[in-house]
């Protein structure tokens, strides 16, 4: 089981994220209500991670923007996008 740290920014012009090694930042177009926009970011993070969705949960910060989400499967995380290096 492995977890990911987001930072969620809802409500965004265009879907795009930013992986530094530690946190993911995850655009989203969908608002923070009714549990659409944490819809979005559990399936951003399979997309990303290439598992099915149902691997994937908020583990925290339902709420918030910032989310700590848990990964069922064994993955190996990617390496840092290179606009961080």
Do not use: C, Y
């Not at 795009?16 to 090694?21: E, K």
């Not at 549990?35 to 583990?59: I, S």
Request: charged share 25%; net charge positive.
């Amino acid at each position: 089981m492995t977890t990911v740290a987001v930072r969620v920014h809802p409500k965004a012009a265009a879907v795009r994220r930013a992986w530094d090694g530690k946190t993911l930042s995850l655009w989203v177009l969908e608002p923070p209500e009714r549990g659409a926009a944490n819809a979005a970011v559990v399936t951003a993070v399979a997309e990303w991670l290439q598992v099915p969705r149902r691997e994937v949960r908020v583990r925290s910060g339902r709420s918030g923007r910032t989310k700590l989400i848990e990964v069922v499967a064994e993955i190996t995380l990617p390496a840092p996008d290179a606009s961080f290096t």
